[in-house]
């Protein structure tokens, strides 16, 4: 049902600017959750046993490929994690950066997610309602790779501070 009846050319240009402040919107709601709902074995962000801990998304979709591509906003750089990852002999401080790099990994798939949700808005803004499948075509094209590259890596990270903690307890 369209409200609002622009032209053509405003109405993509209010579609560029409405999917920005969609993304900073979802952005913004994901940074105000409370880290405690933000946990890599919370159900939502819990790898599930078809995803095979990330292997699924290498073999049908090859993500080590392509995930170095995709933009990176983290609160860290990537050189900090893999430092901690690798280093020798882990410490405390590897712990922190690994937990950081999870709660992250975490929010940014939430918020990839909530991205995707409001795309039926623009029915409001254009006629005919076929853009309404075009708006989910294009917000699903621009969150699934995101979304799958959290689900790829996580497991893997979290496996990693599982040994990390266990080399720390002396096991």
């Given at each position: ?56 998304y290498s073999r ?20 900090v994690l893999k ?54 075509l294009y917000a ?32």
């Amino acid at each position: 049902m369209q409200l609002i009846q622009l032209p053509a050319g405003w109405a993509i240009a209010v579609f560029v600017v409405l999917w920005f402040l969609l993304h900073c919107a979802a952005s913004v709601v994901c940074h105000r959750i409370d880290e405690k709902y933000l946990t890599y074995n919370n159900a939502l962000f819990k790898s599930r046993r078809f995803e095979q801990e990330g292997k699924l998304y290498s073999r049908f979709v090859g993500v080590k490929k392509w995930k170095k591509i995709l933009p990176e906003i983290y609160p860290f750089r990537q050189e900090v994690l893999k430092e901690a990852l690798y280093r020798k002999q882990p410490g405390l401080d590897s712990e922190k950066l690994i937990e950081k790099y999870l709660l992250e990994s975490c929010r940014a798939e939430l918020s990839h997610w909530l991205a995707i949700t409001p795309f039926w808005i623009f029915g409001f803004f254009a006629l005919p309602l076929v853009i309404i499948p075009c708006m989910l075509l294009y917000a699903l094209a621009a969150n699934l790779p995101c979304i799958i590259v959290q689900r790829y890596n996580r497991p893997r990270i979290a496996k990693h501070l599982l040994r990390t903690r266990s080399k720390l307890a002396g096991f």
